[in-house]
């Protein structure tokens, strides 16, 4: 079974940066997509980035311009480079791999970042 390994949360000020990474504990072979959701507290979970194994790339409009994606593919790791966060951005970060076959999707345990000051 392939399980997913976040690192890279934890507690931070208004304006700072966090870098969050995920590893698959064997390789996925036939990836479509990697990416990032997002749960805030109270609230559903939603998708902060993602990236296709053709390196095309989404955001949410409310991360453009601050958060960027990318990936490993050689490891099956997926990062996200958070910068200028807000409070807003306080969240459960969970990443997942979606793979073609079989058709899966691979999630995270999810890390939790807090932005406050």
């Known amino acids: 079974q392939v399980q997913l390994v976040e690192s890279g949360g934890g507690l931070v000020q208004p304006g700072g940066s966090l870098r969050l990474s995920c590893a698959a504990s064997?390789?996925?072979?036939?990836?479509?997509?990697m990416g990032w959701y997002r749960q805030p507290p109270g609230k559903q979970r939603e998708l902060v980035a993602g990236?296709?194994?053709?390196?095309?790339?989404n955001y949410a409009d409310s991360v453009k311009g601050r958060f960027t994606i990318s990936r490993n593919g050689a490891k099956n790791t997926v990062y996200l480079q958070m910068n200028s966060l807000k409070p807003e951005d306080t969240a459960v970060y969970y990443c997942?791999?979606?793979?073609?076959?079989?058709?899966?999707?691979?999630w995270g345990q999810g890390t939790q970042v807090t932005v406050s000051s």
């Open positions: 997942y791999i979606e793979s073609r076959v079989p058709a899966q999707v691979y």
């Open positions: 990236v296709t194994w053709g390196d095309s790339t």
């Open positions: 064997r390789s996925i072979f036939s990836i479509n997509a």
